[in-house]
């Protein structure tokens, strides 16, 4: 029997800006996976960046987030970028790679440590690859911290261009069991 218990799983098959995964975290799980598997975007100059959801079902838009990551690849040099402070995971860079060269696309796995805790801060680890631009691929690692104490119950991404909508992808929300 597997450790994973499938939560959520929402399909992009229109465009789209943004997207909220909503009651997904709760007192069932500590630990989530979640994979965001064929992201593509209309025009691929954007990137998709994340911000989690409390419990009263508001989007976390205060500058409580920290977040460091790493680029690899041939899309863009290798670098490492942090941030403090910030409104996003990521701010304005992408916590996922998202792309519209087709047929490719990007995926991302993500871990997710202690959303639904009212005692802990909610911490992120991710990697992702994807195709951009002119067919040069593009990966991240990334981990990131929302220091607040609060209950958090899902999570809402979007694209860090207004004008660029996600168009299609599939994401899927675990919850990863622990046996005693």
Same mark, same amino acid.
């Given at each position: 029997?597997?450790?994973?218990?499938?939560?959520?799983?929402?399909?992009?098959?229109?465009?789209? +800006?943004?997207?909220?995964?909503?009651?997904? !975290? /709760?007192?069932? !799980?500590? =630990?989530?996976?979640?994979? !965001?598997?064929?992201?593509?975007?209309?025009?691929?100059?954007?990137?998709?960046?994340?911000?989690?959801?409390? /419990?009263?079902?508001?989007?976390?838009?205060?500058?409580?987030?920290? #977040?460091?990551? =790493?680029?690899?690849?041939? &899309?863009?040099? #290798?670098?490492? #970028?942090?941030?403090?402070? %910030?409104?996003? $995971?990521?701010?304005?860079?992408?916590?996922?790679?998202?792309?519209?060269?087709?047929?490719?696309? @990007? @995926? &991302?796995?993500?871990?997710? !440590?202690?959303?639904?805790? @009212?005692? +802990? #801060?909610?911490?992120? =680890?991710?990697?992702?690859?994807?195709?951009? $631009?002119?067919?040069? %691929?593009?990966?991240?690692?990334?981990?990131?911290? $929302?220091?607040?104490? &609060? @209950?958090?119950?899902?999570?809402? =991404?979007?694209?860090?261009? /207004?004008?660029?909508?996600?168009?299609?992808?599939?994401?899927?929300?675990?919850?990863?069991?622990?046996?005693?």
């Amino acid at each position: 029997m597997s450790n994973l218990r499938l939560i959520n799983e929402t399909e992009i098959t229109s465009n789209v +800006n943004s997207i909220s995964i909503t009651d997904v !975290f /709760s007192s069932d !799980f500590d =630990i989530y996976k979640v994979t !965001f598997n064929d992201l593509t975007n209309d025009t691929g100059n954007a990137n998709v960046v994340l911000r989690f959801i409390n /419990s009263a079902g508001g989007i976390v838009t205060a500058n409580n987030y920290d #977040y460091g990551f =790493i680029d690899m690849g041939g &899309a863009i040099a #290798y670098g490492a #970028y942090v941030g403090t402070n %910030s409104a996003s $995971l990521g701010n304005t860079d992408a916590w996922v790679v998202s792309t519209s060269t087709t047929p490719n696309s @990007s @995926s &991302a796995t993500m871990y997710v !440590f202690n959303p639904y805790s @009212s005692s +802990n #801060y909610s911490f992120a =680890i991710l990697q992702s690859a994807g195709i951009i $631009l002119t067919n040069a %691929s593009r990966t991240r690692k990334a981990i990131g911290v $929302l220091k607040q104490t &609060a @209950s958090m119950t899902g999570f809402h =991404i979007y694209q860090s261009t /207004s004008s660029v909508n996600l168009t299609t992808g599939t994401i899927r929300t675990y919850g990863l069991r622990v046996d005693s």
